[in-house]
């Protein structure tokens, strides 16, 4: 069963051929839905040179980096992206323990998905389950102008 938030339902292989080159330069991999109605989105990041600060531990920029790009990318799976846009508004996080190596998951699930807001909560683990970060990601959404979609004829499909 799919929650009925989702507007579009892309395969796990789509979702990693739309990443833009950022998601790709830092290693975020789309997993799929998760949850028992399939209600959040899944992605993971390698806690490696791209990712760790000086001292050797997930950089907490990263950890942001990874919970704005899962939160942003499940907005935008759920509404009308030939006439609208989720654009990020705020984010905070907290971060709770350090990660080493290895990988963490972060699971987006949304908490309120409104007209022209939306809040996703997104919890950031290690391959352990072991609470790394959580952040609260507050979306707008906005309408595109006529010369915004004209810019893009037939192309909606997005990067991140």
């Known amino acids: 069963m799919m929650a009925d938030h989702w507007r579009i339902v892309p395969s796990v292989p789509v979702m990693n051929d739309t990443r ?31 990712t760790r600060q000086r001292f050797g531990v997930l950089h907490g920029g990263a950890s942001v980096f990874l919970a704005e790009s ?3 990318y499940a907005a935008q799976l759920t509404i009308d992206s030939a006439t609208q846009r989720a654009v990020g508004l705020d984010i905070n996080a907290n971060h709770v323990s350090p990660a080493r190596s290895g990988y963490v998951i972060g699971t987006a699930t949304p908490q309120h998905i409104g007209g022209r ?21 507050t979306m707008m959404i906005v309408t595109l102008s006529a010369q915004e979609r004209m810019s893009e004829p037939g192309h909606h499909e997005f990067l991140l």
């Open 20 to 50: 833009g080159p950022a998601l790709k330069h830092m290693g975020v991999e789309f997993l799929g839905f998760h949850g028992q109605d399939n209600e959040s989105l899944q992605a993971r990041m390698a806690v490696d040179e791209r």
């Open 70 to 72: 899962i939160g942003s």
């Open 117 to 137: 807001t939306q809040v996703w909560a997104i919890r950031i683990e290690d391959e352990k389950a072991r609470l790394i970060c959580v952040c609260r990601l």
